[in-house]
């Protein structure tokens, strides 16, 4: 089945260094991508999107990459701070039909930034 | 707070019993979905409704559960003679698509934990 997925479930930073999260997918339809970050007992929170049409976007520290050649998603985080762990989820939805409005989530990472 | 809110934060109840959570989205979002998490696992998909219609289901929603939205504002998610696999976390989400778009930013509520004895 469909399914979207990530390479590594634990990372492991010092704070202030950069941090890469990965994602594979497999719907090739798939038409738009989020990052979610989620903290213990707490729901997900939007940290950034991107559109299949887009290979790039910025937001404040963090940066999503698409390349939908090798249907690949990460998200890299500036400057990382002990703020940001947290299990990270890549989710996906394709263009209209009956995915249109559903996303389907990874299996996370989880995200430990050192002081 | 403006955001997505969801009630009971945490339930326990007895293996039979039936359970209603109830989800609050976002002032004037159209769109609202639950979803179920597992410990250790990304959020799975279970129903979602455009203003009062419930427009998909998953084949994760078994008889037992049942989800409403009566007045296109707040819903409500049943769970009828809950067994010991219904324990996880059951997520609301709500958006608002912007004009022409078909896909839109979901924001999710903090959840509330089903714990069945």
């Known amino acids: 089945g469909e399914s979207v997925g990530l390479h590594l479930p634990t990372l492991s930073v010092q704070e202030g260094d950069n941090s890469i999260i990965n994602c594979a997918y497999s719907?090739?339809?798939?038409?738009?991508f989020i990052w979610y970050k989620q903290e213990s007992g707490k729901g997900p929170q939007f940290i950034i999107d991107i559109r299949s049409n887009m290979d790039k976007r910025q937001g404040q520290r963090v940066t999503v990459l698409l390349n939908k050649t090798v249907k690949h998603l990460s998200l890299q985080i500036a400057a990382t701070q002990p703020g940001d762990s947290a299990v990270y989820f890549c989710a996906e939805t394709g263009a209209g039909g009956t995915s249109y409005g559903k996303l389907t989530f990874g299996q996370g990472t989880i995200l430990t930034v050192h002081p | 707070d403006t955001g997505v809110s969801q009630n009971p934060r945490h339930k326990i109840t007895k293996r039979g019993q039936n359970v209603t959570f109830r989800c609050d989205p976002i002032?004037?979002?159209?769109?609202l979905y639950w979803y179920r998490q597992t410990l250790g696992q990304g959020p799975e998909f279970l129903t979602y409704?455009?203003?009062?219609?419930?427009?998909?289901k998953s084949r994760l929603l078994s008889d037992r559960f049942s989800a409403e939205r009566p007045k296109g504002s707040f819903s409500t998610l049943e769970i009828q003679r809950t067994e010991q696999g219904d324990s996880a976390m059951y997520l609301c989400?709500?958006?608002?698509?912007?004009?022409?778009?078909?896909?839109?930013?979901?924001?999710f509520g903090p959840g509330t934990r089903l714990t069945v004895l």
């Open positions: 719907n090739s339809a798939s038409d738009y």
């Open positions: 989400a709500s958006s608002s698509p912007f004009f022409g778009r078909t896909t839109d930013t979901q924001y």
């Open positions: 002032s004037e979002h159209n769109r």
């Open positions: 409704f455009q203003n009062e219609a419930q427009l998909e």
